[in-house]
């Protein structure tokens, strides 16, 4: 049987202060424990003397970031030259200011642009970082990755994508980026882990393409790798072509007030599988909609996983009386079931992958009524063991 064994960990989104160049472990922090998603993150900055945490032991996590030190902290990442920088000409700093030759040195370089003044205790926004770090290490802008709420007139539009290509941000799990919310120091120090260090990338991202209004189909990215990507995308293309053709389909001028969506969620991604579910709904008039599932499961070298058999491998015969088992006592619940259960075909039943679990699941109709919802059956690895 496969190694069940799954590490976890979801991403995102810096302070105290500046680094003084002494090696700290983010373990050192009291608001840092060990097994912290970001704890890795926090430590290679620290380590590296870019940020560091408050004179009372905490990093801050939840701290907001403001504009002043973001460019001390790109400015020290950088190494840039902090002497004889050309004065920067905002009204609002002065050479005495703790961050002002940062600030004079980062503009120089591009990475802030000359205005009036510079706001340095302003909080730093997601989308004003995405065009900080894109200036700061100049990332290109390759892909087309279409968040919920960004669009082409926003001005930080480009920078986004440019984040989103090279597998620094994947957004936030409803597809969004949320570019006006402000910068937490845990976010900024993950962003910037990832841009300094390929390692603290995901093997492959998972960002939203809008085909159509309201379906987001899901791109997979991969810098580092980019035939593993290549062949991912190419493995969905069917479904996503499928995808288009029903919103024109659904949206024909003779149909009326039929309608069509798409989104997605990633269930797993932890260098081990890559699984993620594909929600679509349909609506033909009347009291409701239907709407279905659709799992795209991956192994981590970019195949897909065929079927439920050949993912369990050699320990599908071992596994299928315990996943039945697991079945009945759901469905248990639902008696009287609209068709009897009989059991499991590992070939063809539904399933996608999450870090702990494998999770079945089933039609609307298939066995139980519409109100009912989708049946999803989760079955821990532990219970394999």
């Known amino acids: 049987m496969r190694k069940w064994a799954m590490g976890a960990a979801l991403a995102m989104g810096i302070g105290g202060w500046l680094g003084n160049g002494a090696e700290t472990a983010a ?34 996590l939840n701290d907001t970031v403001t504009r002043g030190q973001a460019a001390a902290i790109i400015a020290n990442a950088l190494e840039l030259n902090l002497t004889n920088v050309p004065e920067p000409g905002f009204s609002d700093i002065s050479p005495s200011y703790r961050f002002y030759p940062h600030i004079a040195a980062a503009t120089a370089a591009g990475i802030f642009a000359h205005a009036e003044s510079f706001n340095p205790n302003g909080k730093l926004t997601r989308g004003q970082m995405a065009i900080v770090l894109s200036k700061a290490y100049d990332l290109p802008n390759t892909i087309q990755a279409d968040f919920k709420d960004t669009s082409p007139r926003q001005r930080t539009y480009t920078a986004v994508q440019a984040l989103a290509g090279s597998a620094v941000t994947v957004g936030y799990p409803d597809l969004t980026f949320r570019p006006d919310e402000e910068l937490t120091r845990t976010q900024f120090a993950v962003f910037m882990a990832r841009t300094m260090e390929n390692k603290f ?81 349909f609506y033909e008039g009347g009291a409701h909609g ?30 299928e009386p315990i996943l039945e ?19 499991i075909d590992l070939e063809t039943q539904m399933y996608y992958i999450k870090d ?5 699941y089933y039609g609307l109709y298939e066995y139980t009524p519409y109100a009912a919802g989708i049946p999803e059956i989760p079955v821990p690895f532990s219970g394999f063991r």
């Open 201 to 281: 990338k995901p093997a492959v991202s998972v960002v939203p393409q809008l085909l159509a209004e309201g379906v987001y189909f899901p791109y997979f990215v991969s810098p580092a790798t980019p035939l593993k990507a290549e062949m991912m995308n190419s493995a969905i293309a069917a479904k996503r072509t499928e995808a288009v053709q029903a919103y024109e389909d659904f949206h024909a001028d003779d149909l009326g007030e039929m309608d069509y969506g798409l989104s997605y969620s990633v269930q797993a991604n932890n260098g081990e599988y890559i699984s993620v579910l594909l929600n679509e709904y």
């Open 325 to 343: 088992r697991e079945v009945r006592d759901v469905l248990a619940d639902y008696e009287p079931l609209l068709y009897p259960f009989e059991g």
């Open 290 to 319: 239907l709407y279905f599932l659709t799992a795209l499961n991956f192994e981590a070298d970019g195949s897909r996983i065929p079927d439920l058999s050949s993912f369990l491998g050699s320990g599908a015969a071992a596994a």
């Open 27 to 60: 373990s050192g922090f009291t608001d840092v424990p060990a097994s912290y998603w970001a704890s890795d993150e926090i430590g290679y900055l620290t380590g590296k003397g870019i940020v560091n945490g408050y004179p009372d032991g905490r990093f801050g």
């Open 356 to 360: 702990d679990a494998i999770v079945l």
